[in-house]
C-alpha cells in the first residue's frame, strides 16, 4: 500500500522559516517525480514546487522563486521543501504529490497525494 506523509509545517511570523518534508512508503521513490501543491481557504490549489525523479529537473511557481527551495533524498525516500522568507499570503495546506510521468506532477495530475500539513504564517 502506498503512503504519502507530509510533516514540518506549524505556524510561523512573516520572515521566518519552515521546511516540510514528504516522506514515501510502498513506491520505488527513486522513479517517482514529486511535487508541493498548497491550497488556501477559499481558493483553488496551485503549483508551489517540483522535481524529477533525479532531481535534475526542477520548478517553482514565481510566488516562491528565490524564497523556497526543493530537494530529495532518494535513499530516504523523502523530499524537503526549504520555505524562507515566509509572507502571509504563504498561508494554505501544503500536498505533497507522486506520479512517474513528471508531466503530470507539473500538471496536478499526480497519481498518490498526501493528507497535506498546515502552513500559518502570521503578519
Known sequence: QVQVVESGGGLVQAGGSLRLSCTTSGLPFGVYAMGWFRQAPGKE???VSMI???GGTIKYADSVKGRFT???DNAKNTMYLQMN?????DT???????DQDFYKVTGGR???WGQGTQVNVSA
Open 45 to 47: 490549489r496551485e503549483g
Open 52 to 54: 524529477s525523479f533525479s
Open 70 to 72: 526543493i530537494s530529495r
Open 85 to 89: 522568507s515566509l509572507k502571509p499570503e
Open 92 to 98: 494554505a495546506m501544503y500536498y505533497c504529490a507522486a
Open 110 to 112: 499526480g497519481t498518490y
